[in-house]
């Protein structure tokens, strides 16, 4: 999907990219009255994919990657670490620009797979993926990330990689006669998990007593009040902070568990 362009986000940096100067009339009043629409726990429903495109769509593409895969917000993540005034976006996207600007004068979508594939492969789920195989004692290969096809797939025209809507178009091909058509058709299918729901329901327990009651705040990172604020709108059902709950959840049994920076003063 990274190399070939399949996830619905590299559909998302195609249509930016045909806005063209218009992206930023759409970052102001159309994402205001985004926030009106109903707030639903759906699996990546239709209003959190509206509002987030819209908060991202005037951005250049390595920091529409950032955005739309991420949980925070800058304006959000300087609230959340109470940092109005200290953390810009400079140093938030330092990352992704630096990868960004190794491709000038390339298409979005190639110019979000390359950041992709400087960072959310291989510090995210490629990471992942080897820590909990090994874990296991499983040998996970991925034969789709020899250098030989990345190295093909990036030299393909954008075309080969993502004919709107459709993405991974040369592997499509290939497989053209070898597989169903239905195979070959079918959409895009993630590996979603009911997050959001769980959160108000089996582990609400679990959430509030990692977060809440000052426990995100005794760590240093975090401003308590905007936490509690968030578990509220999540549980009266206001709004979806489910990536934000759960990251902050992760980052705070990390922060205070014995592989944490707090370990070593033990």
């Given at each position: 999907d990274e190399l070939f362009a399949g996830y619905p986000t590299y559909l998302a940096h195609q249509l930016a990219d045909h806005l063209g100067p218009a992206?930023?009339?759409?970052?102001?009043?159309?994402?205001?009255?985004?926030?009106?629409?109903?707030?639903?726990?759906?699996?990546?429903?239709?209003?959190?994919?509206?509002?987030?495109?819209?908060?991202?769509?005037?951005?250049?593409?390595?920091?529409?990657?950032?955005?739309?895969?991420?949980?925070?917000?800058p304006p959000?993540?300087?609230?959340?670490?109470?940092?109005?005034?200290?953390?810009?976006?400079?140093?938030?996207?330092?990352?992704?620009?630096?990868?960004?600007?190794?491709?000038?004068?390339?298409?979005?979508?190639?110019?979000?797979?390359?950041?992709?594939?400087?960072?959310?492969?291989?510090?995210?789920?490629?990471?992942?993926?080897d820590r909990a195989s090994m874990a296991c004692s499983v040998e996970v290969r991925v034969p789709l990330l020899d250098h030989r096809v990345a190295e093909l797939a990036f030299r393909m025209p954008l075309s080969m990689r993502r004919r709107s809507p459709m993405g991974k178009v040369a592997l499509r091909q290939l497989m053209t006669g070898?597989?169903?058509?239905?195979?070959?058709?079918?959409?895009?299918?993630?590996?979603?998990?009911?997050?959001?729901?769980?959160?108000?329901?089996?582990?609400?327990?679990?959430?509030?007593?990692?977060?809440?009651?000052?426990?995100?705040?005794?760590?240093?990172?975090f401003d308590q009040a905007v936490v509690d604020r968030l578990i509220e709108e999540h549980l009266r059902g206001r709004a979806d902070h489910r990536r934000r709950l759960w990251s902050l959840m992760v980052l705070v049994e990390w922060l205070r568990g014995e592989f944490g920076p707090a370990a070593s003063d033990r």
């Open positions: 992206r930023g009339l759409l970052a102001g009043p159309a994402l205001s009255l985004a926030g009106l629409l109903p707030t639903r726990y759906d699996n990546v429903s239709r209003d959190y994919q509206i509002k987030r495109f819209l908060a991202g769509v005037a951005q250049p593409p390595p920091r529409r990657a950032a955005i739309w895969l991420g949980a925070f917000l959000e993540v300087r609230e959340v670490m109470g940092r109005p005034d200290d953390l810009a976006d400079g140093e938030l996207f330092e990352a992704h620009d630096r990868h960004g600007r190794a491709l000038p004068g390339r298409d979005g979508v190639t110019t979000a797979q390359y950041v992709d594939l400087r960072t959310y492969m291989a510090d995210g789920i490629l990471t992942k993926v070898r597989l169903p058509m239905p195979v070959l058709t079918r959409p895009k299918k993630g590996f979603g998990a009911p997050v959001a729901l769980w959160l108000r329901g089996a582990g609400r327990k679990r959430m509030v007593d990692t977060l809440s009651g000052g426990a995100a705040g005794r760590t240093g990172w």
